[in-house]
């Protein structure tokens, strides 16, 4: 009885402590500056809202279209938020790339400004899975790009709202897209061949692999339930992920990129596991979108396989 008292006041004192830290973000840089450079016309001026779009569209358009990244470079695209200046970049851009779902709140705002362009919105065939609680205010799960069969369609998406813009090039954007989507399934039959004898309950940070378990046939457990990586940690949060790492016998515990990793670190202590990373490809880097999915899979193997 004691030993679970001190171990509730622990997990309390452990979560005041970090739920402050939490909150923040590291930011590395700003790509505020970035600009279409490029005056020939003919090419396709677009905008990406964040990095796995901003990967797709520059492999579908590749020399015929000039993309920029619009959320900076790594800010949290959840809680981002445009600029005036970001505003008059989107104005002069032809194209703007969307996840859709709600993921870009402030799309809503910019079509109010009466933007002349076109706003592609990737999730477009896409079946949503909405939110578990019904209190909660985020209704639907954003993270359909972690889903390579999903991210399948929105490469497509791009290609096609693309070939729209652009007819006379309309084969070479298709003809790009028809090679990415083979890699793409090339990563969704790895994935899949890979987990298919393994075990089926993971910890991960936030609540942001759901459309990738269900597509893989696995079980996601979260530290913050929320589909927004800032949501709140607590001690009876904390306590009940222990409980179920146990049952379940989970020995790894996953964190993010551009996360405290105390709270991931607290748990694996308690169970006397240890703690990787499962990225949500939110922010951008210097890896692709498909070996950013791979080390994700080598990282998910060593805790089910």
């Known amino acids: 009885m004691n030993s679970c008292v001190n171990l509730q006041i622990k997990l309390a004192i452990i979560a005041i ?27 396709l001026q677009v905008i990406s809202s964040f ?39 989107m104005q002069k851009s032809d194209l703007i790339i969307i996840n859709g779902i709600g993921f870009e709140n402030w799309v809503d705002d910019l079509q109010e400004t009466n933007y002349s362009g076109k706003i592609v919105d990737t999730s477009y065939g896409i079946p949503i899975r909405n939110s578990n609680d019904e209190n909660s205010q985020e209704s639907s799960d954003p993270h359909i790009w972690l889903n390579p069969v999903y991210a399948k369609i929105q490469v497509q998406n791009i290609a096609d709202a693309f070939s729209r813009s652009d007819p006379e090039n309309l084969q070479y954007y ?20 890979e987990l298919s004898d ?66 991931s670190n607290i748990i694996a202590n308690e169970i006397g596991g240890k703690v990787l990373i499962l990225s949500p490809l939110e922010v951008l880097s210097d890896e692709t979108y498909i070996s950013k999915m791979t080390q994700n899979l080598e990282n998910l193997k060593e805790a089910l396989c």
Not at 56 to 85: C, M, R, Y
Not at 200 to 224: G, K, M, P, R, W
Request: aromatic residues 10%.
């Open 17 to 43: 402590t970090i739920v402050i830290p939490l909150s923040s973000i590291v930011v590395y840089g700003t790509n505020s500056n970035q600009q279409f450079t490029i005056t020939d016309n003919s090419k």
């Open 198 to 263: 393994c075990n089926h309950d993971f910890v991960s940070f936030h609540n942001a692999f759901s459309y990738f378990a269900d597509e893989y046939d696995l079980n996601q457990h979260t530290i913050i339930s929320s589909i927004n990586s800032h949501g709140e940690v607590t001690a009876k949060t904390l306590e009940n992920i222990i409980s179920t790492s146990k049952a379940l016998n989970i020995k790894v515990i996953f964190s993010e990129e551009n996360i405290d990793t105390r709270t």
């Open 51 to 89: 990095y796995p779009l901003y990967e797709f569209s520059k492999n579908v358009g590749q020399e015929k279209v000039d993309v920029i990244l619009l959320v900076p470079i790594g800010a949290e695209p959840h809680d981002w938020e445009p600029t005036v200046k970001d505003v008059q970049r």
């Open 174 to 193: 298709q003809s790009n897209a028809a090679k990415y989507i083979e890699e793409l399934d090339s990563l969704d039959s790895k994935i899949r061949n």
